[in-house]
């Protein structure tokens, strides 16, 4: 079963097995679904629904996930990791230099989903090139991708 949600909307569909259906949300309603896990067992999961929808980040914030950020730079630079995660803010979060690896390093928690991101080192925006997933932007480059299960 996958239920989908728009944000600010208070229908949601839902796709099974026996084809899609609508479902009205009102305030605090509730959703129980029984998720199959990889153990073959079945555990129950409550979604509350409420009027204005919250973001995805917020609604899975338990389900976080720590994603390490590395880059190769000199060292001395000045290097961020910028992205949808953080509002694209250039200086938002500085990477330490680790002198063993001789490479850049910030660990990041996020929730499951895909994020575009560009390195900042010393003003430049560079893509990933260790990471070949990629998009083009509006601003005629591409940025790299992230993906987080």
Do not use: R
């Amino acid at each position: 079963m996958h239920v989908n949600c728009l944000k600010g909307s208070e229908q949601c569909s839902v796709t099974g097995s026996q084809g899609p259906d609508k479902l009205k949300l009102g305030s605090n309603t509730s959703i129980v679904m029984k998720i199959k896990t990889t153990t073959k067992k079945c555990a129950e999961k409550v979604v509350v629904a409420k009027k204005a929808a919250t973001s995805t980040a917020k609604a899975t914030k338990s389900a976080t996930k720590e994603v390490t950020f590395t880059v190769h730079a000199e060292k001395g630079k000045a290097v961020y990791v910028a992205g949808e995660f953080n509002n694209w803010d250039p200086t938002a979060k500085k990477m330490a230099y680790k002198a063993k690896d001789g490479i850049y390093a910030a660990t990041i928690k996020l929730a499951p989903g895909d994020y575009q991101y560009k390195f900042v080192i010393d003003g430049t925006w560079c893509a990933d090139p260790e990471n070949v997933n990629s998009v083009a932007n509006d601003q005629g480059t591409f940025n790299s991708v992230v993906s987080v299960k």
